[in-house]
């Protein structure tokens, strides 16, 4: 069993930058896929952005709408993601849901509200 919390979400500008962090009960380092979804009112939820486990090179991936603005990245020492997001417009605006994803199985965090004002 993972258990996830996210933080970091809020309110920003368009323009503007936010962290999110996820932190997670146990070890990460053996998780193969971590990553952050996001679900705006009205909307399903989407993949913002995923990274694979350290055996496998920490290789993120991302969904285009992102790509060039969005960072991810794990620290396992801390079994800790980031999503690290500048360049934020109001279409961002949605709770960021953090993910951990095994081969049978996955774990959701709680999720955090980001909203970007024009």
């Known amino acids: 069993q993972v258990q996830l919390v996210e933080s970091g979400g809020g309110l920003a500008q368009a323009g503007g930058s936010l962290r999110l962090s996820c932190a997670a009960s146990g070890r990460i380092f053996s998780i193969p896929a971590m990553g952050w979804y996001r679900q705006a009112p009205g909307n399903g939820r989407e993949l913002v952005a995923d990274i694979t486990s350290a055996f496998t090179g920490n290789v993120p991936n991302y969904a285009d709408s992102v790509k060039g603005r969005f960072t991810i990245s794990r620290d396992n020492a801390k079994n800790t993601v980031y999503l690290q997001m500048n360049s934020l417009k109001p279409e961002d605006t949605a709770v960021y849901y953090c993910?951990?994803?095994?081969?049978?199985?996955?774990?959701w965090g709680q999720g955090t509200q980001v909203t970007v004002s024009s």
């Open positions: 993910n951990a994803r095994f081969s049978s199985s996955q774990y």
